[in-house]
Structure formats: C-alpha cells, structure tokens
C-alpha cells in the first residue's frame, strides 16, 4: 500500500487561497486510498466547509492566522482534524440545521460519519469510513446533497435536471 509522505498542511487564513492549496493534498489522499470520484466528493464537500469556517469564523480572515488540516488514518476511516488560531465557539449550543445558519456545519455532520469539536470549538474532527461505505449511505449522502442545493440554487438545479432531460431525448 502507498503511503503519504505529508499528514497535514497549514493553510493561509485566505479562503480562495486556502481551497488552492488544499486541493492537491486532497487528491494525494483520495488517490493514496483509492476513494472513488461520488465519495471524493463527501470529502471535498466536508472539509472546503470546514476550512471556510475557520478561515471566516475562527481565524476571521486575519492573515496572520492559520489554519491546520491533519490526516489520521485508521480502522478503514480517514480522520481529518482542522483547527484555526481563533477564540472557538460554543460547539455545545449550535443549531446544526439546513437554516443558512449553519449551513456549513450542517453539511459536515449530514456528510461524514462522526463529528466532533475539540481545543474549546477550535478543531473540528470530521471522519469518514471510507472502507465501508455501503450504497444505501451513499444515496442517502446524495439525496442530502440534492436536497440542499435544490434549497440554496433552485435555478441551477433546474437547468441541470432539463439539462439531463434534454440529453436523455438525444439518446
């Protein structure tokens, strides 16, 4: 089995820079663990969520602030721990509903299959079975995906669902 050389990265308290350079650290894992492109998606899903959170809400875009992603493989999961320079939250009293609130949160925790704050809310664990995901959680996580943006993007989804039927006609 191929192993990854680097377990973490420490990214810039710039959202659009962080997801740049978090980009290929992410794909070095999913290739490294072989995760499949519906399932890559879960991940990249999760952890650019997570990432923005710390960026915009933890370290509150402070340049001077970072933020840390670690992977901890075991146990057929991968565990991505992401942690700012920031105050932390009261993780205990947060709304974890689709109510553009906590949209963020929401998605993690629809997502992955364990979620978890850490250092006072400053580090969230987000993990993900990836060894035993079966089809019914893996169309549950699409439904939960579909459902949200039909929510956030009803435009967009319909030019996708009659951009499929259109498709579907040429065939």
């Excluded at 933020?67 to 901890?72: M, R």
């Excluded at 075991?74 to 009261?90: I, P, Q």
């Excluded at 704050?117 to 993900?128: A, C, L, Q, Y």
């Excluded at 079966?134 to 009803?154: C, G, S, T």
């Amino acid at each position: 089995m191929k192993m990854l050389s680097t377990t973490h990265i420490t990214l810039p308290s710039n959202t659009e820079e962080a997801l740049i350079q978090f980009d290929p650290f992410l794909d070095r894992i999913c290739d490294v663990y072989n995760i499949n492109n519906s399932y890559y998606s879960t991940l990249k899903v999760s952890l650019t969520e997570a990432i923005k959170n710390a960026v915009e809400h933890g370290n509150h875009k402070n340049t001077f602030k970072y933020v840390q992603v670690d992977l901890e493989q075991s146990n057929g999961g991968l565990t991505f721990t992401v942690t700012d320079e920031g105050d932390g939250f009261d993780w205990e009293n947060i709304h974890l509903e689709p109510d553009h609130t906590a949209t963020g949160l929401y998605l993690i925790r629809a997502l992955s299959d364990e979620m978890m704050w850490n250092n006072e809310g400053r580090s969230i664990k987000i993990t993900f079975y990836v060894s035993s995901i079966n089809y019914d959680h893996a169309v549950l996580r699409q439904n939960i995906l579909q459902n949200y943006f039909k929510e956030i993007h009803p435009t967009a989804t319909h030019a996708n669902e009659q951009q499929r039927k259109n498709q579907n006609i040429r065939q």
